[in-house]
């Protein structure tokens, strides 16, 4: 069983930064892709940023400059620096990781949620 816990989410104020942390724990061979979504209320959930396992990232248009995803693969964390937060990145935010999890078998798991408020 695999498990991802979230950290980091909090109100902060526009121009404010944020870091968001996910870990996964359990059994599984190794991680593939890393990724950061969000939801805001009546939206559809969104990728925000995705590493995959060679260090490679992409990013949302609206977020390309501010935020940076990066990965610690000795301990399995995916981290998300949001630098000069807008009220438009208010949401819940979402790990989701792709991992082997034994001999040619892949999954996909996600992280509970973290809210982020950016408020004045």
């Known amino acids: 069983q695999v498990q991802l816990v979230e950290s980091g989410g909090g109100l902060v104020e526009p121009g404010g930064s944020l870091t968001l942390s996910c870990a996964a724990s359990?059994?599984?061979?190794?991680?593939?892709?890393m990724a950061w979504y969000r939801q805001a209320p009546g939206n559809q959930r969104e990728v925000v940023a995705v590493i995959n396992s060679g260090g490679s990232t992409n990013y949302l248009d609206s977020v390309k400059g501010r935020f940076t995803i990066s990965r610690d693969n000795a301990k399995n964390t995916v981290l998300l620096q949001m630098n000069s937060l807008k009220p438009e990145d208010t949401a819940v935010y979402y790990c989701?990781?792709?991992?082997?999890?034994?001999?040619?078998?892949?999954?996909?798991?996600w992280g509970q949620g973290t809210q982020v408020t950016v408020s004045s």
């Open positions: 359990g059994s599984f061979f190794s991680i593939n892709t």
């Open positions: 989701y990781i792709s991992l082997q999890s034994g001999y040619g078998r892949w999954d996909n798991y």
